[in-house]
């Protein structure tokens, strides 16, 4: 009964090289969130979704875009991976109205993704 | 904007002992303090959440005060297990700011047996 669900679990990419994450959601949530988490720190938020309005958070780099194709759909994108963007990245839900037993505005947290960047 | 410091970023307890973390938040329009746990390689899971109208909640060992006035709350463990061993972070936010969530830094639970 997954709700948030990230792929892949675990992502090696290269220095440089483009690498696309995924988070789908069975909650029909409306906003969406991506937050980039390092060792020992607090979630990061990178961005996140109200509905279909994209909202980037002002010191989220450029190297970071986002797509979110549908409701149950988003992607976060690393043009260019470098050493410090290896991290873990959390996808997270929410929704004003509250739905599938969870409270309003709670975030919901998919498994994440560790990146790793050789 | 919104800031949330988050006290002590280590804490040792025994186990059975009670525990207690403390945040305190700088934006007086903040109504929406959730507590999470994060368990090492795991996802951030929402435990106790708190809203500006009311100030303390409970659910078994796990409680949370909110003093609207000096803002701050305070998580509270009581009968500590091994399994509380985790980071906990604190977070505030507002309606209208579509509910982002301004972080604590983070405490460290350690359960000692």
């Known amino acids: 009964d997954a709700m948030v669900i990230q792929n892949p679990r675990y992502q090696v990419t290269q220095f440089g090289k483009p690498v696309t994450l995924s988070c789908s959601q069975t909650l029909n949530h409306n906003v969406m969130y991506w937050y980039q988490q390092k060792s020992s720190q607090a979630p990061k938020l990178l961005f996140h979704y109200y509905d279909k309005d994209f909202n980037n958070e002002a010191d989220t780099p450029d190297n970071f875009q986002s797509r979110r194709p549908n409701t149950s759909f988003c992607f976060l994108d690393i043009r260019s991976p470098g050493l410090g963007d290896a991290a873990m990245y959390l996808c997270?839900?929410?929704?004003?109205?509250?739905?599938?037993?969870?409270?309003?505005?709670?975030?919901?947290f998919g498994p994440g993704t560790r990146l790793t960047v050789t | 904007g919104e800031n949330v410091e988050q006290h002590p970023s280590t804490l040792s307890v025994q186990e059975g002992d009670s525990a207690v973390i403390k945040c305190t938040y700088s934006d007086s329009a903040s109504n929406y303090f959730p507590w999470y746990k994060q368990e090492l390689g795991k996802r951030p899971q929402l435990i106790i959440d708190?809203?500006?109208n009311v100030g303390e909640k409970k659910d078994q060992r796990i409680a949370v005060t909110l003093n609207k006035t000096a803002k701050h709350f305070s998580l509270h463990i009581t009968e500590t297990q091994p399994e509380d061993s985790a980071v906990y972070f604190c977070a505030a936010s507002r309606w209208d700011s579509n509910y982002q969530l301004i972080w604590g830094a983070g405490t460290k639970l350690i359960i000692k047996p």
């Open positions: 997270a839900t929410s929704s004003a109205a509250g739905t599938s037993g969870r409270a309003p505005y709670e975030q919901y």
């Open positions: 708190i809203r500006s």
